[in-house]
């Protein structure tokens, strides 16, 4: 069975300064890792995806994550917050459990960025 | 190009109604997901399909819930005798073909279903 668990519900930060959004998962096999971000009233959008492949992941936007298999984290980073990035955050994990891909969503992480 | 499209964006019914909603994925995506998030919540499976046949319904909470997707790209949600527990935001999300993993997924702006 695969799980994620997010474990802040909101982050605050200031314009300017770093942004640290945490995720951990459990999953029985090799897992693919993703963040979503939502704006209000938009879609979701993908930020960044792991596959197996280097565990440092760079994203759209200045975002990256760095998949931590000791660790079981995934946790999404930014050296600097601008304001456009005040949005709820998703930490998504896909393993092939019971033979197909399903997505498991996390609980979500509101950024709120001050100017 | 055109992103992936559902309607009606807003459906307000009464308890014990049927409703559908409808979803159009990106032309060529063979999967088609359907979710379920409710306020605070993250998005909650209920279905995939891949190709006109729902490879894993497993997330469909009940027998009231029924997905179809009769030529393998419009999808229709169906939800008989509703009730105010089904209130939520409805996505839909499509994506490439598998191919040795789980790709990107698309999302749509919703449906947002209010049961009275």
């Known amino acids: 069975a695969q799980s994620v668990t997010q474990l802040d519900s909101h982050v605050s930060v200031s314009e300017g300064t770093p942004v640290l959004l945490r995720c951990n998962y459990s999953?029985?096999?090799?897992?693919?890792l993703f963040w979503y971000v939502q704006h209000p009233n938009k879609g979701l959008q993908l930020l960044l995806k792991?596959?197996?492949?280097?565990?440092l992941v760079k994203g759209i936007n200045g975002f990256e994550a760095e998949f931590k298999k000791s660790e079981t984290s995934f946790h999404l980073t930014k050296p600097s917050a601008h304001m456009s990035d005040a949005a709820e955050y998703f930490c998504?994990?896909?393993?092939?459990?019971?033979?197909?891909?399903?997505?498991?969503f996390g609980r979500g992480t509101s950024l709120i960025v001050h100017p | 190009g055109a992103g992936v499209s559902q309607t009606p964006s807003n459906k307000v019914t009464e308890k014990g109604k049927y409703v559908e909603l409808r979803c159009d994925p990106i032309?060529?995506?063979?999967?088609l997901y359907w979710y379920r998030q409710s306020l605070g919540q993250g998005p909650e499976f209920l279905i995939y399909f891949q190709g006109t046949g729902a490879a894993d319904d497993s997330g469909l909470p009940n027998d009231r819930f029924f997905a179809v997707r009769p030529e393998g790209s419009v999808s229709t949600l169906k939800i008989q005798r509703t009730e105010r527990g089904d209130s939520a935001m409805y996505l839909c999300a499509s994506s490439p073909r598998l191919a040795g993993g789980v790709n990107e997924q698309f999302f749509g702006p919703g449906t947002r279903l209010t049961v009275l």
């Open positions: 998504v994990v896909s393993d092939q459990t019971g033979g197909s891909y399903i997505p498991t």
């Open positions: 032309s060529g995506h063979t999967a």
């Open positions: 792991y596959t197996s492949a280097a565990t």
């Open positions: 999953s029985s096999y090799s897992p693919s």
